[in-house]
């Protein structure tokens, strides 16, 4: 989405599974934003990790404006534990983009980290949150020359029929870090009906997949092509929504299976993107909660749909 810091206008990547705006160095106008002098390292999964400044701006995302935070990128790398992580693989720093999944020159100059999680006192929040937006509605493209659509504090007309998901325990999962961007629900594999029931992670800028750990679980992944659905329900056995996909890169969808560390007790299904190809999802800072929305059926794509 188009991110406007101070003078200057940035593709920035959207991504629920973050929290907080960040820019790369180079990017910026000395004029555009204001350094602070409270460090910031944060990172990704994928072993990225960034250095730099929290500072302040003026930003500004489709009709809205205010002053807010940042992360001002200064150095970034790779954690020693995950050393070829995507930042390492681009052939330099000029090479590099966030969301580029290491390929040199794809993914963009800032991030937008959209998710419910709590940020560190004085860091970047939710740039939502700081523009004072307290909803907003997610339809990401589902394909090639499609445009997608967020609507901030969307009215009533444009959250009719949402089902809302129940929020998932997270402390009991993951301790107190856990994303509360996480639901109940369960991963089916359609060929046999072996479920895998858990909590569900929404995260639009995950790589290509969906990723479980299962608590005594080995290493394996879905053959391609593998019919699947992912059922999401209220904790209690009751759908509330499903969506059926094919594993395979069309469907952005490839299964990973992997065992999980000691202190997790019920498995984590990170279902990347694959929610948003198949509904509208409505976030609600107040409620810290998610509303799903079945899309209209199209080509290659997931089925979504509420009972």
């Known amino acids: 989405m188009p991110v406007r810091v101070g003078s200057t206008l940035i593709e920035t990547g959207v991504d629920t599974g ?22 910031e390292t944060y990172g990704y999964e994928s072993g990225n990790k960034f250095d ?17 935070r940042l992360q001002l990128i200064r150095t970034f790398g790779c954690y020693p534990n995950r050393p070829h992580c995507p930042a390492a693989q681009v052939g330099g720093p000029e090479h590099f983009g966030l969301m580029g999944q290491g390929i040199p020159d794809a993914g963009f100059k800032a991030i937008a980290g ?9 860091a970047p929040d939710n740039p939502f949150v700081e523009l004072g937006v307290n909803r907003y509605l997610i339809d990401l493209p589902r394909s090639e020359g499609v445009t997608g659509r967020i609507i901030l504090d969307p009215s009533a007309e444009d959250t009719k029929d949402f089902v809302e998901l129940p929020n998932a325990n997270a402390d009991e999962i993951f301790g107190t870090a856990a994303p509360p961007d996480t639901v109940p629900g369960c991963l089916v594999k359609l060929e ?13 800028a995950a790589a290509p997949g969906i990723r479980v750990r299962l608590p005594g679980g080995q290493r394996g992944e879905w053959p391609l092509d593998t019919p699947g659905r992912i059922i ?3 904790g209690h056995g009751h759908t509330l929504a499903s969506e059926d996909f ?9 299964v990973y299976i992997s065992g999980a560390p000691p202190q997790q007790t019920r498995p984590i299904i990170h279902v990347g993107v694959v929610p948003y ?31």
């Open 52 to 68: 730099g400044v929290v500072g302040t701006a003026r930003i500004a995302l489709g009709d809205r404006a205010a002053e807010g």
């Open 277 to 307: 190809l198949a509904f509208s999802v409505l976030y609600d800072v107040t409620r810290h909660g998610l509303a799903l929305r079945p899309l209209p059926e199209a080509p290659e794509a997931p089925v979504g749909r509420v009972p």
């Open 192 to 204: 046999d009906s072996q479920m895998i029931c858990g909590s569900l992670l929404f995260d639009s």
């Open 232 to 234: 999401f329900d209220d």
């Open 246 to 254: 094919v594993a395979g890169p069309t469907h952005s969808a490839d």
């Open 114 to 122: 959209l998710g419910f999680m709590q940020s560190k006192p004085g």
């Open 18 to 39: 973050s929290i907080g705006l960040r820019v790369l160095p180079n990017v910026l106008k000395p004029e555009d934003a204001q350094a602070g002098e409270q460090p």
